[in-house]
């Protein structure tokens, strides 16, 4: 008789294990077919056995077998042994499902590129980050634990790499720029964790493709879907839930998935029950999906469509019929849709990727400011080695924002005379802006030892200015020892500075709002956050160009038990400038602030550990800004020390556990000394008197997290479980502070409490 | 851009959900709760008409005139509240008095061109309402003569005042220092960004443009109707003092009331007719297609926001003009006096304060 099968991994994947041992000896008239055999193979009762192995669709075929029934016995590399009963002759193909050996299952993946044109300085596979304790399944936020990223407060999506602003951050998303990282609340990136391939992150330096930041880089890379059969995989958790879908599509294959938050509908359910609550109201979604086609040899094309937003409302009491019950509605979202066309003909790859973006965002109370935006995105680069040490790679990167808005305004309120600004009025006006960047790029290999020497030209049309700036920049690396690799890296990084009508914020969130009585000292790094930054456009004429130069040296070591360590030095300067404020009948000139950071960063890491792997990351930072010509004042994340530790470790059962310690200095306070009232036409209000920004300091910050992940592979499907427990031991740390409204007193503080989140979620 | 006042807050709050998923204590004292000696109003009136304009008065009023003019004499007066005091006498408090330029005043302006107020207001030759510099030092009360007017003040037609005012034994000089240092809390220190309505606005732009000062409205686009209005005063409230539903007395007649513990208090502020009538004013509105301006009168817009100390408690706080305010008074209160402060102002800028005693019985 003939017995035909299958070997295939089992818990959702159904990829086809080849090379797989498959042995088939008798059973028991007894026993069922389908079964797991649960006893182990007695050796010494083995009357015949027949042997395959299987083909590299995970096939496999046995001839010549008796007729009756029969143990099949499966063994291959990476999974557990698989015993199961069948029947000869089979009659179609049997399906074995192998689980993976669960000691393995995961694997902390911080990878270093070495010798290319700049890579990254840390590269994660998002897939294996989604499981680091604390992040909340997000891969993007996983990245915040590398050295170099300052800790944000409450967990939240704030991206101040060495020390900087989390405003001249660059945030990319396959290779155009988005609006945000993350949404506001809750906290989590606006790219669906199981749609993200990879988070590259470089916190200083970072290649000729890319400019018009100072603050560092971070690139998320979404994934493409799997070719060989149909997956899926469904989630839910206390926030949102979603699905995404793969399969294959002709030569190719697409990946589809999206995600909608739920706290709104609980809200809405439970108010419906108790009664009007006030709380506000948040929604968020996301979508992505992509098709990635071979289009010829060596050609390849991929189709993307992206979009994420986010809504948040406030409620008023008792909303008359027909009036909106929202006390403010704020809608902000975005759709890229992109292509991507790549040749990768061994000496020479080209990319070319168009994207066009739609942005949109909306803030409504007794006023309404309305944003749309088309922002159409270009990148192409080419990249040929010329010589077996020599590779040349050069390119284009646009971003041109053509933009429409609308005003409509109450009248101002107070005052005997109003002129024309100050009355109700519903305005639309438009404008646009442009960044071109043309850059030139060679990699210079001799021996253990290359040289990456770039230029980038960088064209800022703002605001009716034209300006060029050129960025020199320069990597260095060699492998000094066989373990031991050095690298330095050296640049100019071109920014444009404007100047921006009104005061570019909505007041969404005011830093002296009222909150239960008191007032709440909101940090401005927390405004900028949440502000949607849509009140201000850039005033005609009102900009100019700085530069940052940054530089980075250090060393990077293969140590015993599969450790990694590497070590970064840092600095970083912006060089202050001069813009023109211009206003109808007179120009103002402001200088901007010169900072400067530097420090240490180490990381060491066990990548590639079967059981245990994590990482252990500690930055030194000294982080100063200059407003001109005053005293150097701390940066506002100049945290001296931070370490994290992250570990993650598979136990049996399928259980694994995951581990984040955090230690990490305060953040420099702008110490409130008292209170200043104003009286206006609705009576007093009271503004802080603040002493100069680092007399004082937050205290330490130190935070446990730990995370348990239970895994259920079965045939078809995988089950996976997440309990993940932020601040462990529930150590309140001031974030915030509330004062009396009269800033006189501070009467209590803010921080985040143990905070527990769990998820389900089914592989296909 | 004017927006709701409790917008900020419910965003806020939703910033605060989002940083700390609500993990906090709140043990904030209330706004309206005297807890610790506070300023709690400055009350600006003319105490001698100037040579501008003295039929600016009209109707006659006791009511105290809180638009001056240019070289009329005018004084702050400061309130400040001990909670187990009640009133600080003026004699005890020590003030240091700043004019601000228009547009610089406050947290933003004090710390960046601090050096200015070093000089004082009578050093300067041809001083106009424009001009940073030091008015001078007073106790709870200060007086001073307005000078001339300046053309930013002719735009804004609103002078800013810095006032520094100090209790408890401390000097005013000591809290400006202290102020502009920024090195140590400003404790029995308080400071007021007192705006003061200058005018009537048309009066005003009629006598800077005879002294050669740009009007932001053209000269004779300003009808002659409107210079029929009178300078602004401050309001003049009659309370209606319920007990427990039940009509005790009417301020300011009376001051003095009893309450028993667990009680509930309610002020009906009411405003005479006549009076606010008086007070109507004129808006000049600008057509934006003709960029002309025609006049609307208006109404003032009356405040009012409650202080209390010992066994009683605010339930409410700001309100508009007239609306009644309840108060509650402490279930387990010892016996002692209580007291509510009462500030009303309207929207230029004139301000008062209304005291009521209330003896809480055992």
Redesign the interface.
């Known amino acids: 008789m003939r017995v035909e099968g299958r070997v295939l991994e089992g818990g959702g994947s159904r990829a086809p294990v080849p090379g797989a041992v498959v042995m088939i000896v008798a059973a028991p008239a007894t026993v069922r077919p389908g079964r797991r055999a649960h006893e182990p193979l007695d050796p010494d009762a083995v009357t015949w056995m027949r042997r395959a192995e299987t083909d590299r669709e995970g096939r496999f075929e046995v001839a010549e077998v008796p007729a009756g029934m029969i143990r099949v016995v499966v063994v291959s590399g990476g999974f557990e042994r698989l015993e199961q009963w069948a029947e000869a002759p089979s009659s179609g193909t049997i399906e074995l499902y192998l689980r993976p050996d669960q000691t393995g299952a995961y694997r902390t993946e911080v990878t270093v590129e070495r010798g290319g044109v700049a890579e990254p300085d840390h590269s994660l596979d998002a897939q294996q980050a989604r499981h680091y304790a604390g992040s909340g399944d997000d891969p993007v936020l996983a990245a915040l634990n590398l050295p170099g990223v300052a800790r944000s ?2 967990g ?1 999506g704030l991206l101040s790499l060495r020390g900087g602003n989390p405003t001249e951050t660059g945030v990319y998303l396959d290779g155009h720029p988005i609006p945000r990282a993350f949404h ?4 989590a990136s606006v790219v669906s964790p199981p749609m993200t391939d990879r988070v590259e992150l470089s916190p200083g330096n970072y290649g000729p493709g890319y400019g018009s930041f100072s603050g560092g880089l971070i690139e998320i890379f979404s994934r493409p879907g799997r070719a060989d059969a149909v997956h899926g995989q469904a989630h839910i958790d206390l926030f949102d839930l979603g699905a995404t879908l793969e399969a294959p599509v002709g030569p190719g294959s697409m990946n589809f998935g999206f995600r909608r938050s739920h706290v709104d509908a609980v809200l809405l359910g439970v108010e419906s029950v108790v009664g009007p609550t006030g ?2 109201l ?1 929604t968020y979604w996301d979508y992505l999906g992509r098709v990635d086609l071979p289009v010829r040899r060596n050609h390849h094309l991929s189709l993307r469509a992206i979009g994420a937003g986010d809504r ?1 409302r ?1 409620r008023g009491p008792g909303p008359s019929p027909g009036e909106s019950p929202n ?2 509605d704020y809608a902000a979202s975005f759709h890229r849709f992109d292509l991507d066309y790549r040749v990768d003909d061994g000496d020479w790859r080209v990319l070319v990727s168009p994207s066009i973006r739609l942005d949109s965002a909306r803030l409504e ?3 309404l400011i309305r944003r749309d935006a088309t922002v159409l995105s270009g990148r192409v680069e080419a990249e040929s080695d010329l010589r077996e040490n020599l590779t040349l790679q050069l390119g284009s990167d646009l971003v041109y924002e053509r933009w429409r808005r609308r005003e409509r ?12 600004d100050q ?1 109700a ?1 519903d305005e639309q006006f438009d404008g646009q802006q442009l960044r071109l960047g043309l850059w030139l790029a060679t990699t210079i290999r001799h021996r253990e030892w290359s040289i990456v020497p770039s230029l980038r030209g960088n064209l800022f049309s703002y605001a009716g200015r034209q300006l060029f700036r050129l960025d020199p920049r320069i990597e260095v690396h060699g492998q000094v020892r066989p373990k031991l690799e050095y690298f330095a890296k050296l640049g100019m990084f071109s920014i444009p500075v404007v100047a921006a009508s ?1 005061d570019a914020s909505a ?4 830093q002296n ?6 007032v ?1 000292d ?1 940090p401005f790094y ?1 405004l900028a956050y ?1 502000d949607p930054g849509i ?1 201000g456009e850039i005033r005609d004429g009102s900009a100019a160009a700085t530069y940052a130069i940054q530089a980075a040296t250090g060393v990077e070591a293969k140590l015993p038990w599969e450790l990694e360590a590497r070590g970064t030095l840092f600095w970083r300067e912006v060089i202050p400038t001069t813009v023109d404020i211009v206003f109808s009948s007179s120009t103002i000139e402001r200088r901007t602030s010169r900072s400067r950071s530097m420090g240490v960063e180490l990381l060491l890491r066990r990548a590639l550990g079967r059981k245990l792997d994590g990482w252990i990351g500690y930055t030194l930072l000294w982080a100063r800004v200059q407003p001109d010509e005053e005293p150097w004042l701390p940066a506002v994340f100049d945290q001296r020390h931070n370490l994290v530790v992250l570990l993650s470790a598979a136990l049996p059962r399928n259980f694994r556990f995951g581990l984040r310690f955090r230690v990490v200095s305060g953040n420099p306070l702008d110490t409130v ?12 209000y009271y ?6 920004r680092g ?1 004082t300091y937050q205290p330490v910050f130190h935070q446990l997290d730990l995370r348990v992940d239970k895994r259920w592979p079965l045939r078809r499907v995988a089950v996976t479980a997440y309990l993940d427990v932020q601040n462990v031991y529930d150590r ?1 740390y001031p ?2 502070s ?1 004062y ?3 800033w ?2 501070r ?7 143990i ?1 527990p989140s769990f998820g389900v979620q089914i592989d296909y | ?21 609500v ?9 309206t709760y005297i807890h ?1 000696t ?2 709690i109003s ?1 009350q600006g009136s003319v105490v001698e008409l100037g040579p501008l304009n003295p039929g600016r008065v009209g109707v006659p009023s006791e009511a105290p005139i809180a638009e001056p003019m240019p070289h009329d004499r005018f004084a702050f007066e400061a309130t400040v509240i001990d909670p187990d005091r009640g009133q600080v006498p003026a004699s005890e408090l020590e003030s240091v008095w700043f004019q601000c330029d228009p547009f610089n005043c ?2 933003s302006g004090v710390d960046r061109i601090g050096a200015v107020y070093d000089v004082r207001c009578e050093d300067i030759e041809d001083l106009t309402m424009d001009d940073p510099c030091r008015l001078g030092e007073g106790d709870g009360r200060f007086e001073f003569e307005l000078p001339e007017l300046g053309p930013l003040l002719a735009g804004t ?1 609103v002078a800013v005042y810095y006032g520094v005012i100090a209790w408890g034994g401390r000097s005013a000089e000591d809290c400006w220092t ?2 502009r240092d ?6 029995r ?7 003061v309505k200058v ?1 009537p ?1 048309w009066w005003l732009l009629a006598y800077g443009d005879s002294i050669g000062i740009e009007s ?2 053209p000269i004779w686009e300003i009808p002659a109707a409107v210079y029929v209005q009178a300078a602004n005063r401050t309001p003049r409230p009659v309370i209606d003092v319920f007990i427990d539903g039940k009509v005790v007395g009417v301020y300011p007649e009376q001051h003095e009331f009893e309450a028993a513990p667990g009680s509930t208090i309610t002020l009906v502020p009411g405003y005479d007719p006549l009076e606010q009538f008086s007070q109507t ?8 297609e003709t ?1 002309r ?1 025609w006049f609307q009168p ?1 109404q003032e ?1 009356i ?1 009012e ?1 409650p202080y209390t100390t010992g066994a009683v408690h605010a339930v409410g706080g ?1 309100q508009f003009g007239g609306t009644p305010q309840d108060f509650v008074v402490d279930e387990f209160a010892d016996p002692g006096t209580s007291q509510i402060f009462l ?1 009303y ?1 309207d ?3 004139g ?1 008062g304060v209304a005291r009521l005693n209330f003896e809480v019985g055992s």
């Open positions: 407060p409450g939240l506001v609340v809750p906290i709380i506000l948040p948040l406030g006390l403010f109370q007794d006023f305004l109450v009248e101002e309120v107070g005052g005997d005379i109003l002129d024309a009355l009025s009104g007041n969404l969130i005011t709002g009222s909150f239960l009585g008191g709440a909101v927390l949440f009140e000394l008292g209170g200043e009232a104003t009286n206006s036409s609705f009576g007093w503004q802080p008197i603040r002493g100069e007399t309140r974030e915030v509330i009396t409204a009269d006189s007193q009467s209590s503080l803010v921080g985040l409490p905070y | 851009m004017p927006r709701p006042a409790c917008a900020p807050a419910l965003a806020l709050a939703l910033a605060l959900a989002a940083v700390a998923m993990g906090c204590e709140f043990t904030i004292p209330a706004a610790q506070k300023l400055v406050g947290v037609r202290a102020r920024r090195d140590e809390l400003l404790e220190c308080g400071f007021i960004v007192r705006n005018g606005s932001p409205i004013f004129f808006v000049a509105r600008q057509d934006s960029s301006f208006g817009l405040v926001f700001f500030v102002s929207d230029r800028y301000e």
